[in-house]
């Protein structure tokens, strides 16, 4: 596993960057843990300065340069259409966006520096297969309507996943994703008046869309990760602030948006149990393929 696998040079073990001001009071080992733990009490931010403990610092170097590759390779499916976008607005629109991503991309990888990762590490790990990126970029975007689709739903989902770590218990990466935050909201936009603008043309521009979203609407439900009983992180992850919010939790808070915005738009999801639940308060929805989440992350996908 990455976390462990990964031997990141530089600073003592447990410590967080100690080429930055602010040097602990103590150095012993149980006085650092409990002020560690006071701190993860009170909900303060950890600092690259701080003390962390080992396992603390690993979990975030996973989860922040996974985050960044995902930034990244989110760039191509995309970037393949700015020179066939079909005017000269959507050209613009689009290349701001996966210059944005690619902006993401930076700032994540600033923030695990904050960690003493080197990008070098971080570039082996994601080519060496020990570093993930989202499944979600493996799928084909063999139509104008698919970049819609990312837009409304990918960066729908991503922004849905990414608001409860602007409260991440790390620093850099909570501010790091305040700003990305920000911009994802732009790209969920654009994508959704994307879609509105082909809704209202002709039956040809309906039928390509319904068509992207029928494609994507399951790979997107996957993003959110495994279900929490198979969430191998979420316990620790939860127990340290790092990730605010479960994953079931997440995906159901998505779906109950998604079908109001659907509704708008005048699409449907290929889901036939998809339905309001008056007792849970929320939409049911049927099982999703986990087998093909774990063929797609495991570099069989489509
Ligand atoms: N794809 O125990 P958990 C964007 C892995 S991109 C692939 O639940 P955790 C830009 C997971 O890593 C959005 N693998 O793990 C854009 C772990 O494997 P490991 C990027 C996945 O960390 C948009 C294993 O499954 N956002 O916005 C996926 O507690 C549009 C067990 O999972 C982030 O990265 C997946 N979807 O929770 C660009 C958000 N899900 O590491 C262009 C930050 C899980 O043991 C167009 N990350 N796995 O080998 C997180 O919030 C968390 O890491 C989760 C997973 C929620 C993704």
Redesign the pocket.
Known sequence: ???QGLDIPGGEPGAGNSAAKGKPQTTEPAELQADFDAKMAADRKIEPQDWMPEAYRKTLI???S??DH??IV??L??GNWISRAPSLKRKAILLA??QD?GG?GLYLSSAAETLNASRDDMIDALQTGK???????NYSTPTWAAVGV??WL??GA?IM??IP?CRCSYGPYARAMIR?CKE?SF?QRQGLELLLNMMQGTEAQRAMVQEAVNRWWRPVL?????PDA?????SQ?QAWGI?RIS?DD?RQKFIDAAVQQAEVLGVGFPDPDLKWNAERGHHDFCAIDWDE?WN??GGNGP
């Open positions: 596993m990455y976390t996973r989860q922040i996974q985050h995902s930034e989110g760039m499916p995309e966006k996966v991503e993401h570093a993930k990126y989202f499944s979600i970029f990312i837009g990918v960066d991503a996943n990414q770590l990305i994802e790209h996957m993003m959110f990760g495994p198979e969430s191998v992180h979420s992850a990730k994953n997440l989440f797609v992350v």
